[in-house]
């Protein structure tokens, strides 16, 4: 395998490659074939990619006084942006895409030796004759200022070499190119001319005889992808060090579920391992820069400077590891104070300001909150790029961004990723002297979504590759996967601000269907000499599309198509197959005595419910996470209905002087409560929000209205106490409970109350039981005499008490009904002290999905 390098790295010589992986790959096996030589040390070889060769050659031969200042491909983007905007006033264009298919163009009409005059006379439309002026601008821009694109760079090593002032050596060899442009050509006789012996690796490859060869045919591009990691499979097992590549068509579409798929034909069960396996599989397609975890929380902290961040930003910076991990048990409950407030845009300070009024948390649990308030109110309005990454960096670094853990290899890499790309940003000097911190951010966000990283690693046992990655390389046993007619030939790839006419008379890529389809035969041929076995598959549906064998593979001599060994899900073939393990009994222990219950009533209530969830939610502390939603949830119209209420009657009147409120007091009552209630909310909330509860609290003024009358219409009564607290024990379970309200009746006996928003709910069901145990709970532990029980639904649709007992209309009778209602409760109460984590098949899926994942609750209802 790769028998021509050895010849190739001799003396003098240089190794051109058609990309960096290539180049990377290839000093790797140099490094292993010279220790299998028995080598110690040997001089390192010069093996590069070919644009890559031509940045050193003119950084190397230079001189310093007239070299050129070379700008990133970020920064030609950026140029490019310049110079369209000049020309085109749309204000709905994207400029910044428009740019970059500039670039792509400009670059592409330099590899094929294209005079920008020749773009001019063939431009035929607007969009054609705009690109040629724009083009024309862009490089006059570039010679004015001194600078050097990729393109000018590649002249220039031309040129260098033309005047003998290029490196030394005797032999060039390319490797991995399946096309060569004019450009590269020009670069080839230079090297000829200066009499450089210029080979070719492919023709320097030894014949193996002829290759082993076979056609696969899946039943869906599922199956395709775990078959092709069961082969895999196979080939390591035969033999374990063979260099195994499986190529995916249009990788970069899905690139983690082929990755995934794959391994779970190479390794089934890897789910479940204790070790971690992701290793097994070289995938690669990169990912963007800002779609990993570490570079998104550092963009989101800058971006917090600039701009409020909704709820749901913050909670994630709240929660993050990559934030300065002390005190995370604190920061999570901050997160749920936040996820409390309705959403909106929030600044740092103002986040400080809801979760720490009195400035009590000085320690480092809201430190970068502090430092990123801070840093906020002391921005400058303009300032170089330079030194906004500077201050960027110092900030990250008071956050305690990436984190105080020790960093993992990948994270390692991708954190020194983003630090050369805030080296990129602070040369953007280059372009534009000074920038706001809104036009810096952009351009921070705008580079790290174009920038496509992967973290080296160690070698993997399968490499998944697309087409033109694999370039190159050679491997043991290679599998091509997706040869259908639908994706091979690849579609052409045209460019759509040059005519037909002059990409057709400069034979530029794809310019005619002929010339698709035969780099495509190009390529196929490359892959097929590149193992000495080689699979060649293909789905035979996607989707809801049927698919058929591309017809290039024809010329392959193939054979027939033998059906694809698709191992299937793994977790299929351990279903229903476990024999059942009677466990030693592992019981809950009792309730100690030293021991919170939380809930109160509500955790008595869900014991009647479902036994599991009251021992989560009540003994194991398990708290509901509120969905963080836009306008007022649920959740927060409840709270601030129950505290309206509570503001009402905080004075504790009798039916008598409610009664003797007149429209103007008892307005004035209202208002207050109102106010009262939403005084936290106005106060911390923004412009939107706070035009939101401007019409909630009309609503709620106008509920409490009805509300009074309600109680006026009652029998006599008087308020003796609004969310009072009491504390007793039931069976052994002590319990905290906050009541919503306690009337007292002529006699002195009590009228429970439990306020309830949203859907009316019903005290009884149809068998005469309480459906909500709560309120015989608050009458059990309040141990008087009561008078009537009720339940005050309050929802838009109007106010109405659902109510039993003798203070009300039906005069039911309590005496006889409580004890034995007293007696289920002490028998629940029971059931949590002893430990009771009982599953009830009655509850629904719905009802049973926020526990599901403790409960496995489907998977009991599977084994009914």
């Known amino acids: ?474 491997f043991d046993a290679i599998r091509v996967t997706g040869m259908t007619s639908a994706n091979w030939p690849p579609q052409g790839n045209a460019l759509p601000l040059l005519s037909r006419e002059l990409q057709r008379n400069f034979a530029m890529p794809d310019a005619t269907p002929a010339d698709s389809l035969a780099y495509a035969e190009r390529v196929l041929t490359r892959l097929a000499g590149s193992a000495a076995t080689q699979v060649f598959s293909y789905p035979q549906t996607q989707g809801d599309a049927e698919l058929s064998m591309s017809g290039l593979l024809e010329s392959l001599e193939l054979g027939e198509a033998q059906a694809a060994s698709d191992p299937d899900w793994f977790a299929k073939s351990i279903a229903n197959t476990a024999i059942p393990e009677i466990v030693v009994s592992d019981p809950v222990p009792r309730f100690l005595t030293d021991e919170s219950l939380l809930g109160g009533a509500s955790t008595v209530q869900l014991q009647f419910v479902e036994p599991f969830a009251a021992f989560v939610t009540g003994r194991l502390g398990v708290r509901r996470l509120f969905p963080v939603e836009p306008g007022l949830p649920a959740n927060i119209r409840g709270s601030l209905i129950h505290g309206a209420l509570q503001k009402l009657y905080q004075s504790c009147p009798t039916q008598t002087e409610i009664q003797g409120w007149d429209d103007a007091v008892a307005e004035q009552r209202r208002q207050y409560a109102v106010s009262a209630a939403f005084l936290k909310l106005e106060r911390h909330a923004d412009a939107t929000l706070v035009a939101v509860l401007q019409y909630e609290k009309q609503r709620v003024s106008e509920l409490l209205k009805d509300v009074i009358a309600l109680d006026i219409e009652r029998e006599p009564f008087a308020i003796t106490a609004v969310e009072q607290l009491l504390e007793g024990t039931i069976a052994e379970l002590p319990l905290r409970l906050r009541v919503d309200r306690i009337d007292q009746d002529r006699q002195g006996k009590l009228i429970i109350i439990d306020y309830k928003s949203g859907a009316p709910k019903r005290l009884l069901g149809a068998d005469g039981l309480p459906k909500d145990m709560q309120l015989v709970v ?42 034995a209602w007293f007696a289920a409760v002490e028998k629940a109460a029971n059931e949590i002290v002893g430990g009771d984590v009982r599953i009830s098949a009655l509850q629904t899926v719905t009802q049973a999905r926020p526990l599901a994942l403790l409960s496995r609750f489907r998977e009991l209802q599977l084994e009914r």
């Open 1 to 474: 395998m790769y028998d021509w390098l050895g010849t190739a790295t001799d003396g003098s010589s240089l190794v051109l490659t058609a990309n960096r992986r290539l180049a990377r790959t290839l000093r790797t096996v140099h490094a292993e074939q010279q220790l299998t030589a028995g080598q110690l040390a040997w001089q390192t070889p010069d093996i590069v990619a070919w644009q890559d060769w031509a940045r050193l050659v003119v950084e190397r031969y230079s001189d310093p006084g007239l070299s050129r200042i070379v700008i990133s491909p970020y920064h030609s983007k950026m140029l490019w942006e310049k110079c369209l905007r000049r020309e085109v006033s749309d204000p709905l264009l994207n400029f910044g895409a428009l740019a970059r298919v500039a670039r792509d163009t400009y670059q592409r009409l330099e590899e094929w030796c294209v005079p920008l005059a020749e773009v001019q006379r063939y431009a035929r439309s607007r969009d054609q004759r705009v690109f040629a002026t724009v083009a024309k601008s862009y490089r006059s821009i570039l010679e004015r200022e001194g600078w050097a694109d990729l393109p000018t760079i590649i002249r220039q090593a031309i040129e260098f070499l033309r005047d003998k002032q290029g490196p030394p050596m005797e032999k060039v060899t390319l490797a991995g190119f399946d096309r060569v442009s004019p450009r590269l050509q020009t670069l080839l006789d230079a090297f000829t001319e200066s009499g450089v012996q210029v080979l070719h690796a492919a023709e320097q490859m030894q014949d193996k005889g002829r290759p082993q060869r076979g056609l696969s045919v899946a039943e869906n591009s599922d199956a395709e992808f775990r078959a092709a990691g069961a082969w895999a499979r196979q080939c390591l097992i035969a033999r374990p060090d063979a260099r195994v590549a499986i190529i995916v068509s249009e990788l970069e579409r899905d690139a983690q579920r082929c990755a995934r798929l794959i391994q779970e034909g190479l390794l089934p069960g890897w789910q479940y391992s204790q070790q971690d396996l992701g290793g097994a599989i070289n995938i690669s397609y990169g990912r963007k820069l800002n779609e990993y975890p570490v570079i998104a929380d550092a963009l989101l902290v800058l971006n917090w400077l600039h701009r409020d961040l909704p709820t749901l930003d913050i909670c994630r910076l709240l929660r993050a590891a990559t934030m300065d991990e002390g005190y995370a048990d604190a920061r999570v409950r901050h997160d749920l104070a936040l996820r409390q407030f309705p959403e909106q845009g929030w600044s740092a300070a103002h986040v400080l300001e809801y979760l720490d009024p009195a400035r009590e948390n000085r320690a480092a649990e809201l430190r970068f909150l502090r430092a990123i308030a801070r840093v906020s109110g002391e921005l400058p309005q303009r300032q170089s790029p330079g030194a906004w990454v500077s201050l960027f960096s110092e900030l990250l670094g008071e956050v305690g961004w990436p984190g105080t853990s020790p960093l993992g290899s990948e994270q390692f890499q991708t954190v020194n990723r983003w630090r050369e790309l805030l080296n990129e940003v602070a040369r953007l000097e280059l372009i534009t002297k000074t920038m706001t911190l809104g036009e810096i951010i952009a351009h921070l966000y705008s580079l790290a979504a174009e920038t496509l990283f992967q973290p080296e690693g160690q070698d993997a046992s399968v490499n998944v590759l697309g087409p033109l990655e694999a370039a190159g390389l050679e």
């Open 778 to 819: 608050y009458a059990y532990v309040a141990a008087r005499p009561v008078a009537g029980i009720a339940l005050l639904n309050i929802d838009a649709r109007g106010v109405a008490l659902d109510a039993v007992g003798e203070a009300f209309p039906a005069k039911t009778d309590l005496s006889e009904a409580l004890p």
